[in-house]
């Protein structure tokens, strides 16, 4: 614990500001706030920001501020995490940007490795291996860090190759501060999953050097706060419009990246239509045509190639076609069925 901040100023070359959005997150908060606290490397400001949390997550981070001066913690009516971040982004004084996820938590000296291999190489962002779950680590080695390309970054980022540690993701990084002011990069508040991964493509293509090290420091927590693990919901769809705009951003440079954003993008639509069809209680026709028409001339061959079975091929081409239709003959059939039961 730190008496005063004056240190700050003092270290202000070499502070990294951690930025972590909180949203009902009490059962996870302390875990991830004293993994953070502990860090090896403590020229640390560390941005906590309470999206209007309705749970004792806002309290329980006042009580941290208190504790530790490094520990800066704002309050707003709920905005998503998109606003959360940007505020955070807005207050940082750092020279380097880490987010952390509140469910998270990472390694004691996470920090020391990603500052070390930021200032013997002069990198603009420097990313370390993960864990998911506590376990499977993206990729383990102990081998010296190395230096990735910008269209290597956005390729790993897109197709999930753990090679270089760069999936689609902020929190196992940190970037130079200067990245975000110079280039008036924020988080997209109109797209609400993959926000982070949309920020980090600008982030990739305004770096002159990004090095990475495999070893894995970040534990990525899978559970009910996960956007993954939830059923389809509208909001899911504007990952397709965060895939168009990166697709804008790194075409100019890299046209032969496109068609892999746009791979990334057809299957995203086939992940979700599944997702959709599964989810007997989502009745947002307009979002699930946007994924059908998203994947409209690709659709047979990405439906026939996966790996459902012949029926539920069948059902996902029926759904696709009609919502209504296919709901309405999916109940018609259970009644019937229940009435021969019977």
Known sequence: MRPDSSWIGDYMDEVISVIIPVYNA????????????????????????????????????DEYGEKDCRVKV?????????????????????KYIGF????????????????????????DVTACGYYINDENPSLYAESAAESISQEEAIRASFLNVNKYCFYGALWNKIFKSEIFRANSIEFDGSVFVGEDMLCLCQCIMRSKKIVYSPIPKYHYSCNDMSVTSKPFYSEKVTM??????????????????APVVRQRSILTSYNYLRQAMYNTSFSDYAAIRELRDNIRNEFISVVMGSDLSAKDKVKLTLFSMSPKAFRYLRLSYKAVSGLFKN
């Open 26 to 61: 009490e059962d996870y908060i302390c875990r991830c706030l004293d993994s953070v606290i502990i860090q090896s490397y403590e020229s640390l400001e560390i941005i906590v920001i309470d999206d209007g949390s309705t749970d004792s997550s806002g309290r329980i981070c």
């Open 74 to 94: 704002f309050h707003q009516n709920n905005k998503g995490v998109s606003a959360a971040r940007n505020l955070g982004l807005k207050m940082a004084t750092g």
């Open 100 to 123: 952390v996820d509140s469910d998270d938590w990472i390694e004691r000296d996470m920090y020391s490795l990603l500052m070390g291999m930021a200032e013997s190489s002069d990198a």
């Open 240 to 257: 397709l419009r965060a895939l168009d705009k990166i697709e804008s951003i790194v075409k100019p440079a890299y046209p032969q990246l």
